[in-house]
Nanobody, 114 residues
Framework: VQLQASGGGLVQAGGSLRLSCKATGMNFQYGDIEWYRQAPGKQRELVAAITPGGSANYADFVKGRFTISRDNVRRVVSLQMNGLNPEDTGLYLC?????????WGQGTQVTVSS
């Protein structure tokens, strides 16, 4: 299983970014996909998750600003991030647990300037 994250970058506060996580090597229709983030000096934290059927869950600190979605044909999970603030800065990683194993993508850096 490989998870390829992309879409990060530098944006001003209040701006938007759209992250993508492309999954290969797995039956995509059977895997929850999750986005985490890790800021320097902080613990990795769950941002959002989506089931194969499209049910989504969000951390309280992104509710109303971020939207997770998935395209089961293209095998891509997207994270639309609006209203970004400097506290959203970090390395964003996608994750899945498949056949009792954990798989992490390499991450994509998001930097929000004030």
């Amino acid at each position: 299983v490989q998870l390829q994250a992309s879409g990060g970058g530098l944006v001003q506060a209040g701006g938007s970014l759209r992250l993508s996580c492309k999954a290969t090597g797995m039956n995509f229709q059977y895997g929850d996909i999750e986005w985490y983030r890790q800021a320097p000096g902080k613990q990795r934290e769950l941002v959002a998750a989506i089931t194969p059927g499209g049910s989504a869950n969000y951390a309280d600190f992104v509710k109303g600003r971020f939207t997770i979605s998935r395209d089961n044909v293209r095998r891509v999970v997207s994270l639309q991030m609006n209203g970004l603030n400097p506290e959203d800065t970090g390395l964003y990683l996608c994750y899945t647990r498949y056949r009792d194993r954990n798989f992490w993508g390499q991450g994509t850096q998001v930097t929000v300037s004030s």
